[in-house]
C-alpha cells in the first residue's frame, strides 16, 4: 500500500511538472513529430515544412488534425494525444518559424465595436488590412486608430480617366472641396 501511495505521487507530480514546464509542447513536437518535419518544423524527409503552413490554420483545424491525421498523404493520426498535450502542441506550433523570411502570420484584430476577429493576415499597410478569417471569409479592414472596421464602400479608379466612362468622377464622399486643401 506504501508503495502503491509512492507511486501515485510520483505519478502525480511527475505529470504536474509536465503539464507546468513551459516547452512541454516542444517535447510532444520532438517525440511524435520532428521525425517527420523536422526539429524546427522546416521539414524533413517524410514530412513537409509545416512553419509557413500552421498559420492558416485555425486551433480546431490543428486538433482535428492530431486526432484524424492525413493518412492519404502519409501523415498518421495521433488519438492517444491528451487534451493538455494537444494544447500544449498547438502552443509550440505557433512559435515556429521559417528558416527564411518572416512567412505569414496570424492576428487578432480589435474593432471599432470592441469585437475581436482571428485569422491570417494576407496583406497589410499602415491604411488597411486584409484578413482570412477564422470563419474562412476574407475581411477587408480599415485602419481606424489602433482598431480597425470593415471596408463599407470601395471605389476604384480603374483608368487614367477614372471609370472606362472618362468622367474623372469619383462616388467617395469622403474628401470633396469643401474639406480638402487644394
Ligand atoms: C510519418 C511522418 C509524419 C509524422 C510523424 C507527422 N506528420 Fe505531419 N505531415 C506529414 C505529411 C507527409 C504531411 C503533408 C501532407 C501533404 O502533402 O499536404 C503532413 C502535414 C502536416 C501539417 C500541414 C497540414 C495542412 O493542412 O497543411 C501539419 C500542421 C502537420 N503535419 C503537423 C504535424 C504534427 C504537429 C505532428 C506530430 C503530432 C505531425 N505532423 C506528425 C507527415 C508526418
Given at each position: 500500500m506504501r508503495v502503491a501511495v509512492f507511486f501515485l505521487c510520483a505519478l502525480l507530480s511527475g505529470s504536474i511538472a509536465f503539464a507546468q514546464t513551459p516547452d512541454s509542447g516542444r517535447q510532444v513536437f520532438v517525440n511524435r513529430c520532428a521525425a517527420c518535419h523536422g526539429s524546427d518544423g522546416n521539414g524533413g524527409e517524410l514530412g513537409p515544412a509545416i512553419a509557413t503552413r500552421?498559420?492558416?490554420?485555425?486551433d480546431e483545424n490543428l486538433a482535428s488534425l492530431f486526432r484524424q491525421g492525413l493518412p492519404a498523404a502519409g501523415m498518421p493520426p495521433f488519438?492517444?494525444?491528451?487534451d493538455s498535450e494537444t494544447r500544449e502542441l498547438i502552443r509550440y506550433l505557433r512559435r515556429l518559424r521559417p528558416r527564411t523570411g518572416s512567412g505569414p502570420s496570424r492576428a487578432t484584430l480589435t474593432l471599432v465595436d470592441g469585437g475581436l476577429v482571428s485569422g491570417l493576415v494576407l496583406n497589410q499597410s499602415a491604411l488597411d488590412l486584409q484578413l482570412l478569417g477564422d470563419d474562412r471569409t476574407i475581411h477587408l479592414f480599415r485602419k481606424s486608430g489602433d482598431r480597425y472596421r470593415a471596408v463599407t464602400s470601395q471605389a476604384d479608379w480603374p483608368s487614367y480617366n477614372g471609370q472606362t466612362s472618362g468622367?474623372?468622377?469619383?462616388?467617395?464622399?469622403?474628401?470633396t472641396t469643401a474639406n480638402s486643401p487644394g
Amino acid at each position: 500500500m506504501r508503495v502503491a501511495v509512492f507511486f501515485l505521487c510520483a505519478l502525480l507530480s511527475g505529470s504536474i511538472a509536465f503539464a507546468q514546464t513551459p516547452d512541454s509542447g516542444r517535447q510532444v513536437f520532438v517525440n511524435r513529430c520532428a521525425a517527420c518535419h523536422g526539429s524546427d518544423g522546416n521539414g524533413g524527409e517524410l514530412g513537409p515544412a509545416i512553419a509557413t503552413r500552421v498559420p492558416a490554420l485555425t486551433d480546431e483545424n490543428l486538433a482535428s488534425l492530431f486526432r484524424q491525421g492525413l493518412p492519404a498523404a502519409g501523415m498518421p493520426p495521433f488519438p492517444s494525444l491528451t487534451d493538455s498535450e494537444t494544447r500544449e502542441l498547438i502552443r509550440y506550433l505557433r512559435r515556429l518559424r521559417p528558416r527564411t523570411g518572416s512567412g505569414p502570420s496570424r492576428a487578432t484584430l480589435t474593432l471599432v465595436d470592441g469585437g475581436l476577429v482571428s485569422g491570417l493576415v494576407l496583406n497589410q499597410s499602415a491604411l488597411d488590412l486584409q484578413l482570412l478569417g477564422d470563419d474562412r471569409t476574407i475581411h477587408l479592414f480599415r485602419k481606424s486608430g489602433d482598431r480597425y472596421r470593415a471596408v463599407t464602400s470601395q471605389a476604384d479608379w480603374p483608368s487614367y480617366n477614372g471609370q472606362t466612362s472618362g468622367s474623372r468622377f469619383s462616388p467617395l464622399a469622403e474628401i470633396t472641396t469643401a474639406n480638402s486643401p487644394g
